[in-house]
């Protein structure tokens, strides 16, 4: 995968077990979440109401307990047992129709806060300088969107109200034990204190397990997107084995901690569960002790073993809601990370604007590099006249691509100036500078669209007549006649289009676009000699009259160029047209004469 520099991403293969800031993350994700706060306290009463309903049954089942136990004597109130009955159905009801509002309510909220949290990611994806996505994977970025709101989205379906509901039923039952029987309340809670001390160890030991899974399921994805896009060439350079080899290194990182984090997490059940049946044993060894020396009734043995699943049921739901918090708070962080990086400087307050421009292009002492320590362009000035069609050629390396990316204000320069039609661009905001400029780059892009989707992209109220006459001037009008729907036709991966026909289709989107100036880099690189004098001479009406850069390799296609601006180790060496330059026997004619011999 190749960034916009022309440089190789790197994966970054550096262990991701690095401590999350829980408090930290969690505090960001509950200040995103503010406007739903209300609904949330909604959700959580309706948890904290049905916990009540729950909590308050077995105390009527013990009287229930104690009611049929004395009528077995003296006869059964058949009346008082239907009251009680009906009082147990109507709580039982009441808990079940609170469940069911918070479920409601956390669905929807839920809902709207991974859409907004998608929104904040595009809107930050448009805000971010080319250089952060030079430093990180696309995959890893789309890992963010899908995989961790994913997991924010159900951590607040499930965990946030699952802990209140847990917690209120956790103080309910203590205190209902406690009102009913100190002795089986304290015996209940001793045999529970084991699950406290576990969760508390399980949770801090899995946290570092969770966020690894979170930083390797990106870092996969990552590269599973890279692999993909480049699958022709890892085949023609026969490098399955090595990305297979490299992709089953990062899955066996994910599978160790995935295994890890879910082992841990899952060890709470089973000793919740152990917790569970040994406080039922606690529970009836101290109950019956208790009964015999007719200290408690029998019904009161009852509604404690009610209490003991009650009770270890919250300490269940606070063990599983605490290990998808874990997770949650690793992914929130990944979130966030992205959704706080730097982003490009405000340009609000820039009210300059540029109109009728005339493409007069200057560069004063222009000085600059991706890092500031590393300078690659130390000192260029050029003056370049409306209408003048401009070639830049040179090695590799030379800084070519450079210069026009800082031309469009994808970088911001260190040094000196760049000014159009005398203004210059840094008081002007960068979508005035894109919208002066109709680009096509060597690497062609194109959306699962129609094919006059494509070419009108970013444009309104372009008629089929435009489409049709761009579309002739490139020479792609027959071909698209060929097709079963015209310019109609949907782009998807089972069209299968040439690089050529891709590079004219982005062409034409070039010539839609109608902008005063125009930047062609390496645009007629990937098609053959015959379609190149096609796109030569509808490249040609496209700029005539306006100013035009044109980043070459291949020397035959700019001589006709006005002035060419010869550049090397980020310098211009030689500037001049094909005649004058050729004539001085310099460095061009040496680069020149080089591809003719070549061809030859």
Known sequence: ??????????????????????????GKLITFCRPFVPAVIVAMLCAVGGAVFTVIGPDKVSDLTNLISEGFLTGIDFDAVLSICYTLVAFYAASWLLSLMQGLIMTTVNQKVSKNLRGAISKKINRLPI????????????SRVTNDVDSIGDTLQRSVVQIVS????????????????????VTAIAASLIGFAFVMIVTKSSQKYFTARQEWLGRINGHIEEVYSGHNIVRLYNAEEQQSRKFNEMNEKLYESNWKSQFLSGLMMPVMSFVGNFGYVAVCVVGAALAMNGTIDFGVIVAFIIYVRLFSSPLSQIAQAMTSLQSTAAASDRVFEFLEAEEMPDESDKTAALENVRGEVEFEHVSFGYDKDKIIIHDFSEHIYPG??????????????????????FYDINGGSIKIDGVPISELTRENVHDLFGMVLQDTWLFEGTIRDNIVYGKKNISDEQVEAACRAVG???????????????IDDKMNLSAGQKQLLTIARAMIENAPMIILDEATSSV???????IQEAMDKMTKGRTSFVIAHRLSTIRNADK????KDGNIIESGNHEELMKKGGFYADLYNSQFEQAS
Not at 1 to 26: A, C, D, L
Request: contains cysteine.
């Open 476 to 490: 792609l009008h027959h071909f698209v006649g060929t097709l079963p729907h015209g310019y109609d036709t949907v």
């Open 388 to 409: 003048q069609k401009v070639a830049i050629v040179g090695p590799t390396g030379a800084g070519k691509t450079t210069m026009v990316n800082l031309l469009m204000k």
């Open 564 to 567: 060419i601006l010869v550049m």
């Open 1 to 26: 995968m190749t960034n916009p520099r022309g440089m190789v991403q790197k994966t970054r293969t550096g262990s991701p077990e690095k401590p999350v800031n829980f408090k930290k993350s969690m």
């Open 166 to 185: 847990a917690a209120a039923l956790f103080v309910g039952c203590l205190f209902m034990m406690f009102k009913t029987n100190w002795i089986m309340a």
């Open 131 to 142: 250089d952060y996505y030079n430093k990180t994977s696309f995959g890893d970025v789309l």
């Open 528 to 534: 053959d000699t015959r379609t190149e004098i096609l």
